[in-house]
């Protein structure tokens, strides 16, 4: 058992009848990238993901696989997987929602919900669309009558004995929550809009369906299996159990747009009935199309993300989902644009710096120490870092990036007016040469640190390069906190020139 402090952060469980594309990568990319600077922090991190199961849909699409609906499930579960462990991502715990140890708890929020009132039997007649497995107002439905997010299909009206969520009852309760942490959603104008929904009226909602066998029964009544929000919401709890239960609450649930509702209102209520405590933060991402589209199969723009990132460098695609838009704002993604920024940022600005300092550094001697005296320097240093603490503390991963890009323009501008280059011919100038570059190397030294969440291999690299490999294992390790002040190294060697740290692409091709 770990002293540090914890934290836990997850992504949603994605539906299992299909595999994840780079919409889905983007929530579990902001995901990593905050898990890391959470442990570079010095936090013991809890990040889970997983697969959402129990549903109709894969009861469908197994049959059409001609398997069974556990065998397509185990099937299914696997391609997640392999999506994740191909990008690297590094969670702590994959959650199934069809493994009994989710079923056992499950069924005990089940029985507490209903012991405490806050479900009881009533008819529920409603549309209803079978790709949500949701009913349905008709303010959600389009012109004509269907749902926006699965136009193709029928919308169904069913009428059936349901138990409910008594959701009403905590109309009040959940207004003083919001009222009481005005952070609890990120970013606030989706807060605000999650806001005006509840003021506007909560409906008791639906929590079971009869006569289906693949899902989880209801404890009270076993003729009922209960579907969607109880089997998926507690899926961050159920991994919190074994050993773990330190970690629950979440500190920060990572959602998309079509279940910010329900992690915003339904489970506080839900987490409330059982007795449970609240999750401290929710941050909601909203929907990427491609080039202007939206993903989807049969427009064939559906990005496999291992795909891309071995056709590009992978920091291009990091650098565009982090970089370009803002959370919770929709996003495009282009290959043009991302390119376009991955030269700019990357290879230009950064790669530029990096490479004016290794070739300067070899020209006087190949290593240069001291103390780091310029009073400007160290002004717009310390507000890199102020800046990117603040960021990642509100989750806004662009403004961080932000942050560190604009000090790797000040750094080039710095350079730009030295000129160190026009004094390294002349030896008895080597001392002002390598003031500058002692200047140069803290900088680079500061920003590979600060970058190492967002692009762990390359800066591993970047710091290899000027000498300081050593700290990526404390920075690994947490031992030199990021958010503690990033430390001068003080001492840079440089052994050889090598090749580009970010190779430029081509864009003409
Ligand atoms: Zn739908």
Redesign the pocket.
């Known amino acids: 058992m770990s002293d540090r402090p914890s934290f836990y952060v997850s992504t949603p469980i994605y539906y299992s009848n299909g595999v994840p594309h780079i919409g889905h990568a983007y929530a579990t990319i902001i995901a990593e990238t905050i898990a890391r600077y959470k442990r570079f922090c010095g936090y013991d991190v809890k990040f889970s993901t997983g697969v959402d199961e129990n549903s109709q849909k894969v009861v469908e699409k197994a049959e059409e696989a001609k398997m069974s609906p556990e065998s397509y499930a185990d099937m299914m579960a696997a391609k997640h997987k392999a999506v994740w462990d191909g990008l690297g991502i590094t969670y702590t715990d994959f959650v199934r929602t069809r493994d009994p140890r989710h079923f056992a708890v499950v069924q005990e929020m089940l029985q507490r919900s209903y012991d405490s009132g806050d479900i009881y039997l009533g008819t529920y007649e409603g549309k209803y669309?079978?790709?949500?497995e949701?009913f349905?107002c008709d303010a959600d439905l389009n012109e004509a009558g269907r749902?926006?997010?699965?136009p193709d299909?029928e919308i169904s009206v069913l009428s059936e004995q349901n138990y409910f969520f008594r959701l009403s009852k905590y109309q009040d309760r959940l207004l003083a929550l919001y009222e009481a942490r005005p952070d609890f959603v990120v970013p606030s104008h989706r807060f605000r809009e999650v806001i005006e929904f509840v003021r506007g009226g909560l409906d008791d909602f639906s929590i079971s369906r009869a006569g289906s066998t693949f899902g989880i029964p209801l404890p009270f009544d076993p003729e009922h299996v209960t579907y969607v929000w109880y089997d998926a919401l507690f899926n961050y709890y159920t991994a919190c159990t074994d050993g773990q239960e330190r970690f629950f609450p979440a500190d920060l649930h990572i959602v998309g747009k079509e279940i910010l509702r329900f992690h915003a209102i339904y489970w506080p209520a839900m987490l409330w009935s059982v007795g449970l405590d609240l999750p401290a933060n929710i941050l909601a991402t909203w929907f990427i199309t491609i080039e202007g589209q939206k993903i989807s199969k049969s427009l064939g723009n559906v990005i496999d993300p291992v795909e891309f990132s071995r056709e590009y460098p992978r920091e291009l695609m990091d650098l565009y989902l982090l970089h370009s838009f803002p959370v919770g704002s929709d996003g495009d993604f282009s290959i043009g644009q991302a390119t376009h920024s991955y030269n700019a940022h990357l290879a230009n600005n950064i790669g530029n710096l990096l490479n004016r300092f290794l070739v300067l550094t070899l020209k006087i001697g190949g290593g240069v120490s001291g103390t780091a005296s310029d009073a400007v320097f160290l002004a717009d240093r310390a507000n890199m870092e102020r800046e990117y603490v603040a960021a990642l503390g509100r989750c806004d991963l662009r403004a961080a990036l932000e942050a560190v890009f604009q000090f790797a323009d000040t750094l080039n501008k710095y350079l730009d007016t030295k000129r160190p280059w026009e004094l390294v011919s002349d030896e008895s100038r080597h001392p002002e040469v390598a003031d500058v570059l002692l200047h140069l190397g803290e900088g680079l030294y500061a920003m590979a640190c600060m970058l190492m969440p967002f692009f762990p291999a390359k800066m591993e690299e970047l710091l290899a390069r000027i000498g300081r490999g050593d700290d990526v294992h404390r920075i690994i390790a947490g031992s030199l906190p990021l958010d503690a002040g990033i430390p001068f190294a003080s001492r840079f060697e440089v052994a050889e020139k090598g090749v580009p740290l970010f190779a430029r692409i081509d864009v003409s091709k």
Request: net charge positive; glycine share 10%; aromatic share 0%.
């Open positions: 669309c079978v790709g949500c949701e349905k749902c926006p997010l699965h299909r």
